[in-house]
T-cell receptor
Framework: QKEVEQNSGPLSVPEGAIASLNCTYS??????FFWYRQYSGKSPELIMS????GDKEDGRFTAQLNKASQYVSLLIRDSQPSDSATYLC????????????FGSGTRLQVQP | EPEVTQTPSHQVTQMGQEVILRCVPI?????FYWYRQILGQKVEFLVS????????KSEIFDDQFSVERPDGSNFTLKIRSTKLEDSAMYFC????????FGPGTRLTVL
């Protein structure tokens, strides 16, 4: 079964530190990768998308993709208490398939 | 900034009743989706909709579910005969390049 895997956490980091969130996926044909943030009781909020190998930076966020290793990560620099949330990795698992397959999410706690 | 909207925010129903969840996608988006999230579990894909027809559905989306775009703005999910296990958050999403989610409808089946 095609899956997206994440450590559930919680990942606890001090304010100002770098938080590193990881995700692996099972389908080599996957083309599109997304990170969503979800606060408790709220809907997923898109943070980053990444489509090609390497790094993509947007403000304090950097997404990293390694298709050979089937691995995607999200780095959050200068973590703030407001970053405390669950971070969901989502993948379009098959070429042409538009539905997203989500991981179970990693809960991040940023300690003031 | 354009956003996906959903109504109602919370729906309580009795088992066996029909419910209709409503969504207004972002206006220039062409692809629409329904997902659900049971409390404490993953976000799960239900169905995608493009050009006035279902383009993809999951094994969860059985005969008790249906979707419709009754006019140029609304996108609805109908559950014909609700079960206790249908209790979940239901999210609508729309897409141009990336999927943007609405705030969700919390469905509680008693």
């Amino acid at each position: 079964q095609k899956e997206v895997e994440q450590n559930s956490g919680p990942l606890s980091v001090p304010e100002g530190a770098i938080a590193s969130l990881n995700c692996t996926y099972s389908d080599r044909g996957s083309q599109s990768f997304f990170w969503y943030r979800q606060y408790s009781g709220k809907s997923p909020e898109l943070i980053m998308s990444i489509y090609s190998n390497g790094d993509k930076e947007d403000g304090r966020f950097t997404a990293q993709l390694n298709k050979a290793s089937q691995y995607v990560s999200l780095l959050i620099r200068d973590s703030q208490p407001s970053d405390s949330a669950t971070y969901l990795c989502a993948v379009n698992l098959d070429t042409g398939r538009r539905a997203l397959t989500f991981g179970s999410g990693t809960r991040l706690q940023v300690q003031p | 900034e354009p956003e996906v909207t959903q109504t109602p925010s919370h729906q309580v129903t009795q088992m066996g009743q029909e419910v209709i969840l409503r969504c207004v996608p972002i206006s220039n988006h062409l692809y629409f989706y329904w997902y659900r999230q049971i409390l404490g579990q993953k976000v799960e894909f239900l169905v995608s909709f493009y050009n006035n027809e279902i383009s993809e559905k999951s094994e969860i989306f059985d005969d008790q579910f249906s979707v419709e775009r009754p006019d140029g703005s609304n996108f609805t999910l109908k559950i014909r005969s609700t079960k206790l296990e249908d209790s979940a958050m239901y999210f609508c999403a729309s897409r141009e390049n990336e999927q943007f989610f609405g705030p969700g409808t919390r469905l509680t089946v008693l």
